[in-house]
């Protein structure tokens, strides 16, 4: 039976499947994000490599279908839809919103408080951490997140660079002092604020 339909019902581009790619992206965010508090472990596996096997077959199969049906501007929506998504995902880094940045910003109040509330007695500077997560395990990479704030900002600098003070403040916090052989990268994400990964060797 031949389709009757009005072209623009039958054959038009969507932006449906890039909003779906959006959401898949946001949700896999959202997870990565929370696997630091909860440690998915894996489990990571279920929660977000299922979703992703699930979507790619949903999508093959649409295009599939669109393009034995020979709708070709819905060919072309479902293989331009992962660009465009990915694309709009930059954008925010481009512009320096992380989600560091935005999980910061919205405990950063409560942060700077326990700094204020700090008793400095010897003019020295400044020197807190929070726990931001753990993930990995026995068979994997383990990471530690950690966020520091450094009034001093030499946690910036390369260690032969850092003055004795602050390398014996460090010394008492676990988290900044480099025992237990791990090593990492520092992340300046703003003001006296620092993301700390250090992969536990």
């Given at each position: ?73 819905r060919v072309a929506s479902i293989l331009a839809a992962p660009v465009i998504a990915w694309t709009l995902s930059f954008l925010p880094g481009c512009m320096g919103i992380t989600p560091d940045l935005i999980q910061l910003e919205i ?95």
């Amino acid at each position: 039976m031949t389709d009757t339909r009005p072209l623009a019902k039958q054959d038009r581009y969507t932006f449906f499947y890039t909003f779906l790619t959006c959401g898949l992206l946001l949700y896999e965010a959202l997870i990565l994000s929370y696997d630091r508090l909860i440690n998915f472990y894996f489990f990571l596996i279920i929660v977000l490599g299922l979703p992703e096997l699930l979507f790619a077959v949903y999508l093959l199969v649409r295009l599939g279908v669109n393009a034995y049906r020979k709708n070709w501007r819905r060919v072309a929506s479902i293989l331009a839809a992962p660009v465009i998504a990915w694309t709009l995902s930059f954008l925010p880094g481009c512009m320096g919103i992380t989600p560091d940045l935005i999980q910061l910003e919205i405990c950063k109040s409560s942060y700077l408080k326990e700094v204020d509330e700090m008793k400095i007695t010897d003019g020295s500077t400044r020197m807190k951490v929070w726990n931001w997560g753990v993930t990995g395990g026995a068979a994997a990479p383990n990471l530690t997140y950690t966020l520091a704030y450094d009034e001093s900002d030499q946690i910036a600098l390369k260690p032969t660079q850092r003055s004795p003070e602050w390398k014996r403040k460090a010394a008492e916090i676990e988290k900044l002092d480099g025992e237990h052989n791990m090593v990492g990268t520092v992340q300046h994400l703003e003001g006296h604020f620092y993301l700390v990964t250090q992969y536990l060797g």
